[in-house]
Every structure is written in C-alpha cells, then in structure tokens.
C-alpha cells in the first residue's frame, strides 16, 4: 500500500508524544481512519521507538531507576489494585513495558541480591505468573498488556505480522509464476547471508530490475531504510545485486 | 681434546672412563673417578663433545652422500659456512679448512714447547713438486713451510674457544690465514726468532685488509707457489712435507676468515661446519692444554715414544713458556695438510686412500665426482672388512653414552647422522683391504686415521651405536622399526640387534600416519560468542558483524585460490585486510576480533598440519576407499606419500607456518596493526595460560590396557598440547615480530639492543611457567608450547637477561632428562620433550653457543620437584602419534631408511621424493601412450580438415557437457548419498560432540563406495547428452561420418574432464556436504520443541482449507485489546460485547485451523493470551456487554454467568482441539490467576470449580495435577478468610472427582453455590 510522504509526515507529527497504550492507538485510528490498523500500528511503534532511543539512556540511570522503584513501592503499599506502574511509565514519558522491566530488574535484585540474567528477566515479563511477588506480578502483567510499542506480546505480533508477510510474499509469487528460492535452498546451497527470496528469472518493477526480494513487514521509513541497508543489504548487495525492499 | 680422543683410539684409555670423564664436569658431585691420564684434561671437558661431534662428521663425510647434512652445533660455524657458500658453494670444503677458531692472541702469548717437526721420510717429497693438479689456477706443490708461521691457530679444532666474542677472532684469524708474499719474510723473521707479537698483530691488520681487498688469490697463487717451492727446499723442515698436493694459497680450500664477517650478511647463515679435524693438538691453544701432537707410534715419524708424551709436554710447557717457535707451528701446518692430503684422496678415489704418488698425479678435484651416480650399486657392507673395529668400538661406546647422557644438543640429529652413516653408499673396491695397512702406517696419530673410510667400517659403527641407542630406537615409529628390523646391514653385522628390532617390531603398535587432511574444514560460523549483549553499542555489534562477513570472506578467498600459482597474499588481500582494520575504532572491537581470529585460528590450525581436527585415522580415506577396501594400507601409505611433504628438510627444519597457519601469519603481517596485535597477544597469553593449567583426573597407574577413561584423557591432553603449541607459536611471532630480521643482525648492535630490551618485561612470563611446571613436574605439557613460543626469538632476544635465563633453564632440564624408563615420567614424555628441545637448539635464531657454552646453573627445581596429583609428568600421556605430530622431523629417519631400501641414488639427494600427483587419470582405463598420440593426431587431422567452427562445438560442448554431468551427478548421486547419511546420523545425533567428527568419517566411508558408481553414471550422463547437443548444434547438412566422429569426440572429452573432476573431488564433495547436513542437523536438534513431533504429524490444513482464515497476529492482537481491558485501567463504561468475545474465539478456532500462517511463536502465545483470557473470566475481570436478556426472569447475574460458562466452554474446546503446541492451562491455577479471584469482592468459586473440572474433560490436565497445583497454592499468602475458601474449593474438588466416576457430564453449569462452599466450610 502506498501512503504518500506527506501523510506520513502528518502521521508522524500527530503522534509527537503519544504515550504508547492503547488509547492512544485508538485515537489515531479515530484521526486516520483510511490507514489501516497495521501501517497505523507499525508507524506508531517506529516512531515511539525512536522518542524512546532519544530518552532511553535518562531512564536507566542509577538514580532514577532507584526513584521509579521506590514510588513504585509507596504506590502499591497505599493501593496494590491501582495501576501504579503503568501511571508511572506514563508519567515520565517511558514504554510501561521497559519501566516493567526496570522495576522488576530492581525488585530481583533486591530480593537476590544479585543482578538477576537477562533470560530470567524476559522469562518474566513474558509469563508474571512466575515473578514470585504477586503484586508485581499484576502490575507488570498490566504493563505489558497495555504497551502497544514494547514487551513481549507487541514482540510476538510483530514476528507474527513478518512470518504472514513472508507467507503472503511466496503466495503472491507463486500466484505471479515467478522462479524463486526461498531462504531454506537458499541456506542449503550455502549463502551464509539471504534475503527471503530470490528471483530465478528477474523481473522489472517499474522500471527497475529486481533480483530479490527481502520482507520486512514493517513501514519503511527514512530512519529504518538506512538501518535495514547499513545491516543486512550491503551484504546481499554483495552476493546478488537489485533487489526490492518490500514493505507490507 | 684430540688427545682425549687420541688416548682412546690407541686404547689407552677406554670410552667408560672418557664419559666418567665427561661427567665428572657435569655432575661434580657424584663420585667419580677419573683416569690419571685423563686428569689433566679436565678443563676440556666442556669442548670435548663438540669435538667428539666434529670429528665423527669430518671423518664420515666422505661417505654420506645420503640425504641432508647433519650440522654439528658448533661456534662459528654460521661465519664459515656463508663464507664457504660465497665462494665455493662446497660448504664442506670450505669447512675443513675453516675449522679454526681459537684465539690467536692468546695462542702468541703461549709459551710453546718445542716440538720439533717430524719429517715423515715415508712419504716421498718428490710428491709435493708434481705440479699436475686438477686445481684450475693453483699449484699444488707443497707450501707447507710457509704455513706453520702464519697459522698457528689453524690445527684448532673450531669448537675450542667458543666463548670468545667473534668478532676478535674474526679479524686475526683471516689474516693468519692469508699466506700472502708479505708474510713470508716475516714468517723467516720469526724463525730467527725475531717475531714478537706485536708485529704479528700488525702483520694481522696488514693482512686482514688484503683479504678483504683480494677476491680471488688464484691469480697471485701461481706466481707464489713459485717462490714457495724455493722456499721449502731452502727451509730444513719443509723436508717433512707431505707427499700430497696442497695449495693453502688457494681461497677455496683454505678461505680467508676475515672475508667472513664481511660476507655473513650476504648470505643465509647454516649450521653446517665440517672443520678440518686436525689430528695433533695445538699446543698453543689455551693455557692449560699443555701437550703437542703425540706422534703415534706406529708412524715411523715418531718423534717421542707414544708413553711419555703427555708428562714431557707437560714439563716442556712448565718450563719454556717464551718460545715461539717456527718447528711448534711448523708442526701444525703439516698435521693440516696432512689432513687436507688425506680428503683430497678420499675424494677423488672413493676407492680407498691411494697415497701412490703416481694416483695423486689424477686428482680430481670435483666434488661431484666422488658422489656415487644412479649407476653404481650399493655397497654391499660386509663385517669382515671391517678395519680397527677395536677404535670403532670405542668411538660408538663414547659416543652412545654422549647420546645416553643427553650430551649432545640434539639427540635425533645424532640418531640420523647414525642412520646417514648405516645407510651410506659406497662402491665396491677390490683396493679397500689392500690400502689399509699403508694408510694406517701414514698416519702418525690415530686421531688423524681414516675410521670411517670405507662403507663397512661406517656401518659397523653405526651398528654399535644403534644397538646401544635400543631404548630409543624401539620407541621410533613402527614404519621407522620395520625399515631397521629388515635392514640387511643390521641383519648382517649384528644378529641380536635385528633379533631384538624384529621382536621390537611384532610388538610395536605405534602406527602413526603423518597423513594431514587435504581439505581445510569449513569456516565456522560462531554466533554464540557474537551476540548483541557482547557489545557495549549497536554499533559496535554490527561493526564487528561487518568485519566478521569481511573476515570470512578473505579466508574463503585464500583457501580458494592461495595455491594457485602467482597468487600473493599481500598483493590480494592486504588492502582489504587493512580497510577493515581501520573499522577497529574502538578497543572492544579489537578484543572481539582477536578472540575471533584466534578460535579460527584453533578451529583451523589444531591439527598435525594446517586443517583438521580429527587425527589419528586420516578422515580423507576417499581415494582409498574408491579404489576398494583390499590393500588399504599400501594405499594408505602410498597416498601418504601422495601428501606428505617428503621435503628435504633434515632432522632439523627452521619453524615453519605450515598449512592454513600460513593464512593467519600472512593475515597479521599485512594486516601490520599494532592494536590488533596487542589485542591477539592478549587473547594469546590468556588461551595459553588458561590451557597450561590443564588438569586431568588423578591417575593411577595402570597395568594392562588402556581403558576409555585414559585415553579420553589422552585425547583431551593431546588437544591441549597442539592448541598450545599452536598459540604459543603464534604468540613467539607476534612477540618477537617487531624485531625479526631475516638474516641475523650484525653483533656490533647486539650489545645496544639487549640493553634497551632488557628494560622491558616479557609477554607472557614463560620462565615463571616453566620453573612451576618443573616443580610441579607438568613439563610435558609445558615445554613443548614454550620451545614452539621460543623457536620464533629473533636472534637478539636470547641474549636478553630474561631469555637467557629461560633457556638456561630448558638446556638444565634437557641434561637432567636422560632417558630411562622410570617412575617419575614414561619414556615417551620424556623423548618428546627431548625431541623438541633438542630442535629448538638447531632453530638458526637460536645461537650456537648456547648448549655447548652456557654454564649450566643447577637450579634446584628439579629435585624440589614434587609428586602432586596434578603432575602430568608420570602419566604416560604421549603416544608415538603425539610425538611425530608434534615432531614431524622424526620422520625423516624413516625417510633416510625409506631410501636405502628404494636405492634410489644420489640423483634424488638419497631421498626419496614425494609423488605430485597429477589429474587422477589413472581411475579410467587408459590407452598405451603411443596410442593416446596417436589418436590425438587422428583427432588433429580429423579437425584440420573441417571448418574451423566444428572444432569450438566440439570442444564447447564437451567442456558444457562435462561441466552438466558433474551438476547432475551432484543433484542426483550425491542428493542420494546425503540422504542417507541423513537416515544414518538421525539416531546419532545426540551423541557428544567428540564423537561427530569420527562418525561423520564412518558415514562417509560408507557412501564413498556407493560414490564410485559416479563415474559410471557420468561416462553413462556423457554419452547420452554429448552427441544430442553436437547434432543440434552443427549444420543440418554436416555428413553422417563427420557427425559421429565429432560426437565422439565430444564424448570422450566431456567424459574425461568429467570423471578426472569426480575421481578427484567426489569424496571431498561428499564428506562436505554430509557435514553441512549434520550440522543442520544438529543446529536443528539443539533448541527443538517439543511439539515438534506433533508438528510432524499433522503439517497442514484441512484439505477444504481456503486459508482465509485471520491471521494469528490480528488476533492475538484482539485478544490483547480485550486482555487490556479486562486488566485495566478501563473507562466507566468500557466493556466488550459478548457477541465480539464470542466472534474472536471462534476465529481463534479458524485461524488455529488454518495452518498456513500460524508460526511457532504465535502459536505459543495464542495459548498464553487465551489461558490468561480464561483466568480473568474465571474471575469475572472481562466487562462482558451487550447481553440480551434472552430470558427475562433470571437475574442480571445469571446471564453473565452463562455467558461466561459458554465462552470457557469455547476456549476449552479450542485448546483441545485446535492447537498443536501444549497450552500452558496449569497458569489457571497459578498465584496470580487465583489472586484475580482474591481481589473480587463476590468470589465466583463455582466458575472457577467449573474451569477445574473442564480442564480434566478435556484432558487438558489430570486430576493429580490439579491437586498438586490447589496444594502448592496453599504455600502463599492469602487473606484468611480466602485461605480457608481455597482449601474447601479443593476439598470439594478432591471429593467430586473421587466420587463421579465414570463422569458424564462434561460442562454441567454451576455445581455448588457459593453459599454451599461457605456452609459447608
């Protein structure tokens, strides 16, 4: 779908500093009702992503790391119901997935005494059932329920939406009859490095010879463009020429 | 020294009491008594080896013409020997006359007794003028009256005064050399007793300058001779001239020592010294070495009775100090060229030593000619030509025990030198017998005597000594104890010997392939190490990732084409290499990088030779087993040779990068950064360290075989010892990079450099490693890395204090490491450490003096040493294997023995050469070679005749054709052939790691005989495509004749390029591609899910399956909207319609269905939202809306209730049916779950009771499960009141179950009110 530079900068301008739940989410869908939902989503989650790159470092410093734990702890100690961590997050302008994540890391390291690894943090916030504070683990769990950019479950729709795309991809190309290998042929005649697909036969996609096709599944823009190609294109760049950059 | 030797060999002493001799310098502190007549000697001792060595090569080297000299350590040897490379090219000759080295000053200064000079009337003198010499451009007429004067210093033995700095020596002793027409007039002067030292020492200068001015002194030689011959019938004791040609004038026999130092730097240093053994003593030479030349008694030259010669001299040096007279030096000159005489001989009659003045008239003076030619045989040795075995029996004794004691610098040098000496050719003369008596009788001294100049007389000896260097022989590899069990020499001159070699043999299982795998393992890729978390930055992660992908790529692209002819490493890769360096910005990089390149290193390098980890058995059986299973080993042997280097190297080869090491080397050389380099040597010293520290499991000694567990540990340390090696040899080049040179650096800078450097603190602190090795007796693990880290010094840095002290301390641990078989360390352990050792102290860098000069501190480290559980000294951990891997010069004794057998000539320098093997033709039948011409002309004529575009279909589809055959056999055969490498590693995949490698090799020599139908199926592929593709491609109207035969042709060159491919590579291919699929395997294997099995059942949707189903990621985001809302914060009047909770749970179905889009991951999480989905229902959390009061009496509470029961009813239902990975229905009664429940004000049980019962219908969970997971729940904190709930919720649980039986009724609506629980509670 293509949505033109200058409803993306207005897109993109709305969000500003949007705290990232749902509410948020919903009125961007009331603003923009001809996008759908994904793009919405995808542009939202990136450019939130970006406002937090900017801030992430302020959050995680000793000091305020040792504030949000303890206003976490004055919060439930006068009401455990209330959703303590995620007004927190909203307050000082953080994903209430990562604040999760920093008061858990906080609260576990309290408890043990020791910096917890970085597994039995993700085991967590993925399943609260196990953090052995049940307060906590309500308070967490409600962070990540309500982070639409961050946190385990954003994590696995994102990975879902891409492995949808690649399926739909190699639909559509099979549906196009065009000759191409997927990445397992690819791995087993030995490219260390491939794209979702490559073109047997290219083909022109106006006006441009295409060799290969790589599906990202997220909204393209500038900012990620530059990333995706400073990662991996150069690399197949090298191994296989033109290519498209499909952005579903 | 000589008079040592001499007092043996005129069996005045015996060799028992010439080694408690030696000793007694050694271990002062035994008991030892010494010979009287050896007493005064003492102070040689220390000179006496080398000595001993010098003389055995001098007087064998006529003889050896088999394989690669044997250097014998010795000072100064590197000055003559590039001198003697210079000029001549004959280091040997150059060597005899170079041998001297003694301090000349200091011989002037010595008062010398006057022994007179002995003319020896049995020799003729008309002799000396028969001017007919084969020396282009020098006369040969006896000058030997100039000499005596003007070379004192010449009838030394080079090994004498090695700790005097060279560089003095250097200067006088080219000027002593130099006979010029200036020095005879002083020469009489002298004689007159005019001669002071100081004009000697102007005379030096004056001399010195000239022989560096005069290239040549041939030119002057003719002209001088002249003058000279006058001079010696003038001079009374030219009368005593030997009855040979000589010309000391001539710069290649007698080159000038002070050209050398001038030369040195021209060319390669070597350690070849084969100095003239001048048979008399010097009596000049040093203080205390107080005798002259003892005339023999046999020689009628006698001067003195053989008896008395020691105390006269003695007395005589006592008492005339002062005297320097022209008789004493005179005496010298004539022992030398009495000697030079007697090599001239020898070599230009290999026959024997004819002193026939009518012989002489023929010399020849080539060298060449005196080497046997491919036609001449072999000498047969026989024992009964065997002359003065008596001397040569003690000469073996002497020399066996200077083996046994460890006396020598290199004890494996010594071993082939012996093999050389029983190997050695000769011809057959009938003039052998007949000449012995009248050469015996020109030798005055028996020093002076050709022991070994015939073939008989050298494998005698060589003999005796082996049979008494049994010990280490046995332990030689079984190839090596074949070739000397079924020597026919041994055979012959020692039946015990052979018997004992024959049992050594049966017995032996030391089999040792020095096979090294062709191909070089796949890179790997090791993801691991490498994640993001290793990173401080983003950044920095992909950096390194970039430099990783750069990295591989450059050693792909050296392992594909860096054989390839006029390929060079730094012409190709260096820029690139150092582009990607600069991409280091920052230190963690670097460190990255390092740890990087090093475990490639490892990976890579571990092996015998450059790839390869597996060792023991080859892996690359492939051409083997193509070519069929029956005489494997002959192949095996035959193929080795195929690979095997069979370089020429010699017992000694300098340190070498060999293999994929070359890679590595040649990476840090061009990659030329000081921080990376930092970085490696770091990444080095911890990987050293870290594998020095090495324990194995306390070990007892056992009897009888070795069990697994050892020989685990056997490997283990095996692995640990190459990694080391291979570290520590990198670390050695790194360390001592900055200060390598090629050619050693002139002294003079020496002294600066070790000063500045000895301010500095060593890398890694070796010596410190060393000393705790020793004492904590581990040395068999620790010195062989320090000798590889050591090997690579540059030639200053054994001087440093630091070095010096650490060789000091291996040469200490090599002497007090005799071999034995005893308790604190297995024989093997020690001959590694003494094989490696004793080859460090032959590295060129290393300096000569060291073994012989240095000054053996006794640290007390060895006798400290104690027994602990870590000492790996006493465990027998080195096999033969182990030992040849690590010592891969051992193979050159089987190699010399190898030649013997083969007879190959002197052509192939006695060795025999390694096999290129060229395209493996072989496979297909081959035509005769008359034939193949012909048929190639036929072909030409064939071509000539047609149009040129004929000849490029041809060869184009051939070339096509060959090309397709090979791509088929690979999709078809090969698919195959993995394929069931694939069904054959399915069961064994879980299998440790150690095992992969050596089951990859049984599969793959299992498919190797199925690969040979290959070339079959190609030839077959071949002729079916070859002519389909020549028709169609040449003219319609081409004739029938002409179309067949092209077709043919095109046949034939396809097949051949086709099967000359596959015999070549298929097994390579194969094996590789068996590895790739168990990797895959593996990697697949590793983090495998449980529901995969599962997965495997069932891959697909329905068959009527439209996919249309939503995707699983819309709907785990709908299931998260309505979990936000039941979690909260909500507003007021939030909620969900029931109908759209109803609506997502059946697309949840649909989409469960549907598997097209489903992943993993967002099945997984499906699971997890809906069982918290349930939870919150269970608790009532879910803001259910838009209920229809369908049946308006009941209550507002009932609806909702029902609602509830009917979506749990759904969910169960879901998860029942529709989902493949397990759903993780256990959180239900989870803590938090539960303390949903503990929240609500009005607890709903009965849902929750409901939600229990359901899950056991639908077999979701068991009821012991349940009830286990209600237990554990009681473990937390809970209100009272909700505590007491809890347990009656599972009381009533507990009783219900027990009691219905069978049930019935799967999801009957509400069981118990809650105001039952609560009364009944």
């Known amino acids: 779908m293509k949505l033109s530079k200058a409803q993306y900068d207005e897109i993109a301008q709305f969000l500003g500093h949007v705290q990232p739940t749902r509410q948020s989410l919903r009125k961007l869908k009331e603003r923009f009702p001809g996008q759908s939902q994904s793009t919405l989503l995808s542009i939202f989650s990136q450019e939130y992503q970006k406002q937090i790159k900017r801030t992430h470092a302020k959050h995680h410093t000793a000091e305020a790391i040792e504030t949000y734990y303890q206003r976490y702890l004055n919060g439930v100690m006068k009401n455990a119901a209330a959703p303590v961590l995620l007004e927190l997050a909203n307050e000082v302008d953080f994903a209430p997935s990562l604040m999760a994540r920093i008061v858990l890391e906080r609260f576990l390291q309290e408890q043990e005494g020791a910096v917890p690894t970085k597994t039995l943090i993700n085991s967590m916030l993925r399943d609260p059932s196990q953090i052995p504070d049940g307060v906590l683990a309500n308070q967490v769990y409600q962070c990540t329920v309500n982070d639409c950019c961050y946190g385990p479950l954003v994590d696995c729709i994102k990975h879902a939406i891409g492995h949808e795309h690649e399926v739909l991809l190699r639909e559509m190309l099979l549906e196009k009859n065009l000759s191409f290998l997927a990445e397992e042929q690819l791995r087993a005649k030995g490219y260390d490095k491939t794209p979702d697909f490559i073109l047997e036969v290219p083909v022109a996609v106006e006006g441009h010879i295409i060799h290969w096709i790589e599906s990202k599944a997220s909204f393209g823009d500038e900012c990620s463009h530059q990333a995706y190609l400073h990662d991996q294109f150069w690399s197949y760049w090298n191994r296989i020429l033109h290519f498209i950059f499909c952005i579903c | 020294m000589a008079a040592v030797l001499e007092l043996l060999l005129r069996e005045e002493v015996v060799a028992a009491e010439v080694v408690r001799w030696l000793s007694h310098s050694l271990r002062p502190a035994e008991e030892n008594h010494v010979h009287d007549m050896l007493v005064p000697h003492v102070l040689l001792q220390k000179d006496f080896v080398p000595f001993l060595l010098n003389f055995l090569r001098e007087q064998t080297r006529q003889i050896l013409t088999n394989g690669p000299s044997t250097p014998a350590k010795t000072p100064n040897s590197k000055a003559i020997r590039s001198l003697a490379s210079q000029r001549t090219g004959s280091e040997r000759r150059a060597g005899n006359s170079a041998g001297s080295c003694s301090s000349r000053m200091q011989l002037f200064s010595q008062k010398t007794p006057a022994s007179s000079c002995t003319p020896d009337t049995s020799f003729p003198s008309s002799v000396s003028s028969s001017g007919s010499s084969a020396f282009p451009g020098s006369n040969l007429s006896s000058p030997c009256s100039d000499f005596p004067r003007t070379s004192p210093s010449f009838s030394c033995s080079p090994v004498f005064n090695h700790n005097e700095k060279r560089s003095s020596q250097k200067a006088s002793l080219g000027s002593f050399l130099m006979t010029t027409p200036e020095v005879q007039p002083m020469r009489r002067g002298r004689r007159k007793g005019n001669s002071s030292v100081s004009s000697i020492g102007r005379q030096v200068v004056r001399d010195l300058r000239r022989s560096l001015t005069e290239d040549d002194g041939k030119t002057e030689n003719t002209s001088l001779s002249g003058g000279r011959r006058k001079q010696s019938e003038m001079d009374p004791t030219s009368a005593n001239s030997p009855p040979d040609q000589l010309n000391l004038n001539n710069f290649e026999e007698f080159p000038p020592m002070s050209a050398a130092s001038s030369l040195t730097n021209k060319s390669k240093p070597s350690r070849r010294i084969n100095p003239t053994p001048v048979s008399a003593e010097r009596p000049l030479s040093k203080p205390k070495m107080c005798f002259t030349s003892t005339p023999v008694s046999q020689s009628p030259a006698a001067r003195f009775p053989s008896g008395t010669s020691t105390k006269t001299f003695a007395a005589n040096q006592e008492g005339n100090i002062t005297s320097i007279t022209g008789s004493s030096l005179q005496e010298e000159r004539e022992m030398l060229k009495k000697e030079r005489c007697k090599l001239l001989h020898q070599t230009s009659s290999p026959a024997g030593l004819s002193l026939d003045p009518s012989m002489s008239t023929k010399l020849n003076y080539s060298w060449s000619a005196s080497l046997p030619t491919d036609s001449q045989l072999v000498t047969c040795a026989d024992l009964s030509k065997v002359s003065c075995k008596k001397q040569l029996e003690q000469l073996a004794q002497l020399y066996s025990s200077c083996i046994s004691e460890n006396l020598v610098p290199n004890i494996f040098l010594e071993l082939f030198f012996v093999l050389q000496l029983l190997t050695s050719k000769g011809t057959t003369s009938s003039e052998d017998d007949k000449n012995d008596l009248e050469f015996s009788q020109g030798c005055r001294d028996a020093v002076e005597r050709q022991h070994f100049r015939n073939v008989h007389n050298c494998v005698y000896f060589a003999v005796q000594v082996l049979d008494r260097q049994f010990e280490i022989i046995s332990r030689l590899e079984k190839g090596t104890l074949k070739l000397l069990a079924e020597n026919e020499r041994i055979a012959s001159f020692s039946p015990g010997l052979h018997e004992r070699l024959m049992k050594a043999y049966e017995s032996s299982t030391a089999k040792v392939s020095l096979l090294l795998p062709s191909s070089i393992q796949s890179v790997s890729f090791q993801p691991e190490t490498d994640n993001r978390s290793n990173f401080p930055s983003d950044r920095a992660f992909h950096i390194f990732k970039k430099q990783r992908d750069i990295f591989y790529e450059l050693l792909r692209e050296w392992e594909d084409n860096h054989e390839k002819p006029g390929w060079d490493f730094e012409r190709v890769l260096g820029n690139r290499i150092r582009a990607m360096m600069t991409h280091f910005t920052a230190a963690y990089n670097h460190s990255h990088f390092a740890r990087l390149f090093q475990k490639q290193l490892i990976q890579m390098c571990k092996g015998p030779v450059g790839g390869g980890t597996s060792w023991g058995d080859t892996p690359d059986q492939d051409v083997l087993n193509m070519l069929g299973s029956d005489n494997l080993s002959r192949l095996k042997r035959l193929q080795e040779r195929f690979v095997v280097p069979q370089s020429i190297r010699g017992p000694c080869p300098p340190p070498a990068f060999p293999g994929c090491q070359q890679f590595f080397r040649d990476f840090i050389l061009s990659a030329g950064s000081y921080q990376f380099n930092q970085h490696l040597m770091d990444s080095l ?637």
């Open chain 2, 685 to 1321: 010293c911890l990987k050293i360290l870290e594998l020095d520290s090495l324990t194995l499991v306390e070990h007892e000694p056992s009897d009888g075989e070795a069990d697994m567990d050892e020989q685990d540990e056997k490997k283990r340390f095996t692995g640990a010892l190459m990694t080391l090696r291979l570290l520590a040899k990198f670390l050695g080049f790194l360390v001592f990079l900055p200060y390598r040179t090629v050619d050693p650096p002139s002294r003079d800078l020496q002294e600066s450099a070790v000063a500045l450097r000895n301010q500095t603190l060593p890398v890694l602190d070796v010596l410190k490693l060393l000393r705790r090795s020793i004492l904590n007796r581990r040395t068999i693990l620790t010195v062989p890395w320090v000798v590889e880290f050591l090997s690579l010094v540059d030639h200053f840095a054994p001087f440093l204090d630091y070095y010096g002290r650490v060789f000091s301390l291996l040469l200490q641990l090599y002497r007090y490491m005799v071999l034995s078989e005893d308790k604190e360390m297995s024989f093997l352990n020690k001959l590694l450490i003494l094989a490696v050792l004793g080859w460090l102290f032959q590295v060129p860098s290393v300096p000569e003096e060291l073994f012989f000069t240095s000054e053996i501190r006794q640290e007390r480290l060895m006798r400290d040493a104690v027994m602990s559980a870590q000492a790996l000294d006493s465990v027998p951990l080195v096999d033969q294997q182990l030992l040849y891997t690590c010592c891969p010069y051992l193979g050159e004794l089987r190699k010399l023995l190898a030649s013997f057998v083969a007879g190959s000539g002197a052509k192939n320098g006695g060795f025999i050469r390694k096999i290129t093997p060229t395209a493996a033709e072989s496979l297909a039948p081959k035509p005769s070679i008359t034939q193949q011409k012909l048929q190639v002309e036929l072909e030409q004529a064939f071509f000539h005749n047609q149009p040129p575009s004929l000849r490029r279909t041809v060869e184009f589809v051939a070339e096509r054709v060959g090309s397709n055959c090979v791509k088929h056999i690979k999709a078809t055969l090969v698919a195959e052939l993995v394929k069931k490498a694939e069904v054959m590693l399915q069961d064994k995949v879980k299998e440790e790691d150690a095992k992969h490698s050596k089951l990859l090799d049984e599969v793959c020599a299992q498919l190797y005989e199925e690969g040979a139908q290959a070339l079959h199926k190609g030839r077959e592929f071949c002729r079916l495509k070859g002519p389909e593709a020549v028709r169609v491609l040449l003219p319609e109207e081409t004739s029938a004749a002409v179309l067949s035969r092209a077709e043919d042709i095109a046949v034939g060159l396809a097949t051949e390029k086709a099967c000359i491919w596959l015999s070549t590579n298929l097994s390579a291919l194969i094996k590789r591609e068996v590895r790739t699929t168990f990797n895959r395997m593996l990697r697949v294997q590793g983090p495998s899910l449980p529901s995969e099995d599962a997965e495997g059942e069932r891959r697909s949707c329905p068959p009527d399956c439209q996919h249309h189903a939503p995707f699983p990621s819309q709907i785990i985001n709908e299931i998260k909207d309505v979990l936000c809302i039941a979690v909260g914060p909500r507003d007021e009047d939030e909620g969900i319609c029931y109908v759209q909770l109803e609506g997502l749970l059946s697309r949840l179905s649909q989409t469960l269905r549907c598997r097209k889009f489903v992943c993993p991951t967002s099945e997984q999480q499906l699971a997890r939202c809906t069982v918290e989905l349930a939870s919150l229902l269970v608790s009532d959390r879910v803001p259910i809306q838009g209920l229809k009061p369908q049946t308006p009496k009941k209550p507002e509470r009932h609806r909702v209730k029902n609602a509830i029961y009917s979506l749990l009813k759904s969910l169960l239902s879901v998860w029942k049916e529709d989902f493949w990975t397990p759903v993780p229905v256990q959180l239900m009664i989870s803590r938090k779950s539960v303390s949903y429940m503990a929240e609500v004000e009005q607890r709903e049980w009965d849902l929750f009771l409901f939600m229990l019962h359901g899950l056991v219908d639908h077999g979701l969970m068991g009821n012991a499960e349940i009830e286990s997971c209600l237990h554990s729940l009681r473990e937390f904190l809970w209100p009272s009141d909700f505590l007491k709930e809890l347990e009656t919720i599972s009381r009533i649980f507990i009783s219900e179950h027990n009691v219905a039986e069978p049930r019935t009724r799967p999801c009957e609506l509400v069981r118990q009110p809650r105001g039952t629980v609560a009364a009944q509670s």
